[in-house]
């Protein structure tokens, strides 16, 4: 594969494929595990793990990236394969989460800044070395009464624009997620708040990529949609999802940027699904706009499988079923009924 930037950019944008996010930090796993169940060893976390990349029809037609925690970038399948090369081998991109997570910030009750510029640029060089070709870096915003406060948007937009410049500056395409979060406690959190909060903190991340030198052609972004919060007591059609959606990325995001790739953040797989198809049907479009899933790529088949070898195959089924109803989103062709057909 070509080491150029905006090659791999390009790949991890392809038509109708998408990126698995499959980094959830040991701690985000043990919950996840927690919820069926299963002690979260690293065997376990390898068998969960070697069972979706060994998915062959999912990752060869659906899956142009996925994202890596450290420590399954380094890991070797039960058959002693690199995971990062059975990735590879589909014909999928793999890729690192760097950040070191978000930390209280300074002088706030709620909010957060993502931490782990302190050196990044070692531990690039030895993931490049690994085989990782882009990297992943998560800012959190938090959406109350009195937040976010610019602050924490210009913090965390500072902090992406210089993870973004390492990352290119070691031949790794960054993704760069500032996530403007849906799952909060707050009542506060309308759709309006959300398009308002959305549109700002990208217009900030722009102009910081701008400042530290990021080539717009060499990066992904993984945004929010702009949906009410979980808490606020509404729900929103997806027909007003998409637009509002588009409408602040069409604001925000130059065309220079090949791709943009979602989070789903808390929606449900169906929701996640049918907002990311409605975009692609109903807009014209400068970037490629597409999903990268956790939960709602990983829930079907995290339960599928249960812990229990004699699962493999049902949890690959159901990751299958997820990857291609999305891989049909990103062309704008999902509809209920394939869904039910499937
Ligand atoms: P979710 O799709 O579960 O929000 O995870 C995507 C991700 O990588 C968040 O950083």
């Avoid at 999928?92 to 989460?97: D, S, T």
């Amino acid at each position: 594969m070509s080491e150029r930037l905006e090659d791999i950019a390009a790949a991890m944008s392809a038509r109708g494929k998408g990126i698995l996010a499959a980094d959830e930090s040991t701690g985000t796993i043990k919950k996840r595990f927690d919820s069926i169940n299963v002690e979260s060893t690293e065997d376990n976390r390898r068998d969960y793990r070697e069972m979706l990349f060994r998915s062959d029809e999912a990752m060869k037609e659906c899956i142009s990236g996925v994202i890596l925690f450290e420590e399954t970038l380094f890991q070797k399948a039960k058959d002693g394969t690199p995971l990062a090369q059975i990735i590879a081998d589909a014909g999928a991109v793999p890729g690192i989460k760097v950040d070191k997570g978000a930390q209280a910030l300074a002088g706030t009750e709620i909010e957060k800044v993502t931490e782990g510029l302190d050196g990044l640029r070692e531990r690039l060089k030895k993931y490049h070395e690994a085989g990782a070709r882009f990297a992943k870096w998560r800012a959190v915003i938090t959406i109350t009464d009195n937040t976010p406060s610019h602050n924490c948007i210009h913090a965390n937009a500072h902090a992406l624009a210089r993870y973004a410049a390492l990352c290119q500056e070691n031949g790794i395409v960054p993704i760069v997620e500032p996530e403007v979060l849906m799952d909060g406690e707050h009542s506060q959190h309308s759709i309006e708040r959300c398009e308002i909060v959305t549109e700002w903190c990208l217009k900030e991340q722009f102009q910081e990529l701008y400042y530290a030198g990021v080539s717009l052609e060499g990066m992904v972004l993984k945004p929010n949609m702009i949906v009410p919060g979980q808490k606020s007591g509404t729900k929103a059609s997806v027909d007003e999802v998409a637009e509002r959606t588009v409408r602040v990325l069409k604001r925000c995001v130059p065309a220079a940027v090949p791709g943009i790739a979602f989070l789903s953040g808390g929606q449900s797989d169906e929701e996640a699904t049918a907002h990311l198809s409605a975009m692609n049907a109903g807009y014209d479009l400068p970037w490629a706009l597409t999903f990268s899933y956790g939960r709602a790529l990983q829930a079907a088949a995290l339960s599928a499988w249960g812990g229990k070898p004699e699962n493999v195959a049902a949890g690959q089924r159901a990751f299958t079923h997820r990857a291609k109803m999305n891989s049909l989103a990103a062309t704008g062709e999902w509809s209920k009924d394939k869904e039910k057909a499937a």
